[in-house]
């Protein structure tokens, strides 16, 4: 079945612009849309954005400003970047598959925690 | 952005109980609606989509139901693996957006 992975440094500078890649394996990443959402420790989630596999993405207004999404389809593979980082920024970082209209998000990465600070 | 209010925050009970989660939204999501329980230290899963479809491999003690702006998420015999927080969101107009919660502990 199709599994995801998160890679990317888990330590980021405030200022500085976060990186991260996920691998989608176990199958295509063609026809999908694929999202990034987060998590503050012991807070609830929210939805950073997505990108579909013909490169189209979309933005949760309060980070698009700051949201950048691709994919990379020869690798199965899509990234997220967020510029301008601030400890307010340190959170759980999950990517998954979907985030279309009416549809869901299933299934999810591990997730990778990643933490503002100089 | 629609907002989406679970209840209660958090919830005590037995193994064995029925446990009922609410989720409103601030305005219709017609039945876009999805549910996630999440355990410590994972990933959410994905459990009732579209406000009462159980997602595959799901226990048949998990139900949803509801339309409009109200939704219950329903276990209808809690186990002990049951114990989690649960989440609801909203895919009916973006930014897709999740209640704040129902964490589900042992009485």
């Known amino acids: 079945q199709v599994q995801l992975q998160e890679s990317g440094p888990g330590l980021v500078k405030p200022s500085e612009t976060l990186s991260l890649t996920c691998i989608v394996s176990g199958g295509s990443i063609s026809n999908y849309y694929w999202s990034w959402i987060r998590q503050p420790l012991g807070k609830g989630l929210e939805w950073i954005g997505h990108v579909y596999y013909t490169g189209a993405t979309d933005y949760n207004p309060s980070l698009k400003s700051r949201v950048t999404t691709a994919v990379d389809t020869s690798n199965n593979q899509f990234s997220l970047k967020l510029s301008s980082v601030t400890p307010a920024d340190t959170a759980v970082y999950y990517c998954?598959?979907?985030?279309?209209?009416?549809?869901?998000?299933?299934?999810w990465g591990q997730g990778t925690l990643v933490t503002v600070s100089s | 952005d629609i907002q989406m209010t679970q209840s209660p925050s958090s919830l005590s009970a037995f193994v064995g109980d029925r446990v009922t989660i609410t989720c409103r939204a601030s305005?219709?999501?017609?039945?876009?609606l999805n549910w996630y329980q999440q355990k410590p230290g994972k990933a959410p899963k994905l459990l009732i989509y579209?406000?009462?479809s159980l997602q595959s491999g799901v226990p048949s003690r998990f139900s949803g139901s509801g339309s409009g702006t109200d939704f219950t998420l329903t276990i209808s015999s809690l186990q002990p693996e049951d114990f989690a927080a649960y989440y609801c969101q909203q895919s009916y107009s973006t930014p897709w957006t999740f209640g704040q919660g129902t964490k589900v502990v042992i009485k």
């Open positions: 998954a598959r979907g985030g279309d209209w009416k549809n869901w998000f299933d299934p």
């Open positions: 579209t406000a009462s």
């Open positions: 305005q219709s999501v017609n039945n876009y």
